[in-house]
């Protein structure tokens, strides 16, 4: 009954890597532009590159689970994975379109 609790150990600790390495070089592009605008440039680019970084973590995130999930053969995870995966992919295109 208890053999499971441990089960995913290394993917928690890849995807805590992963997030929070995410969210530093976000960090770090986001006050690169806000230097650059400081500086008298005109750097809205490099913010919106750092806000789409922030953006896509999420999504990147359950793309590494979904890979793991796979290479585990884990079909009931991998097949709730990829359904999450697509809601993000068909809500996106949503948004896309509806703008």
Do not use: C
Not at 28 to 39: H, L, N, P, S, Y
Not at 54 to 74: N, Q, W
Request: charged fraction near 15%; proline fraction near 1%; hydrophobic fraction near 60%.
């Amino acid at each position: 009954m208890n053999e499971g609790l441990g089960r995913h150990h290394k993917l928690e600790s890849l995807l805590a890597r992963v997030l929070d390495q995410g969210a530093w070089l976000a960090s770090g592009v986001i006050a690169v532009g806000w230097t650059m605008v400081a500086g008298g440039w005109r750097a809205s680019w490099v913010i919106n590159s750092g806000v789409a970084l922030f953006l896509l973590l999420p999504v990147l995130r359950v793309v590494i689970m979904l890979v793991v999930f796979l290479r585990e053969r884990d079909y009931r995870f991998s097949a709730i994975t990829a359904l999450v995966l697509s809601i993000i992919v068909l809500g996106a295109l949503l948004g896309i379109h509806m703008t």
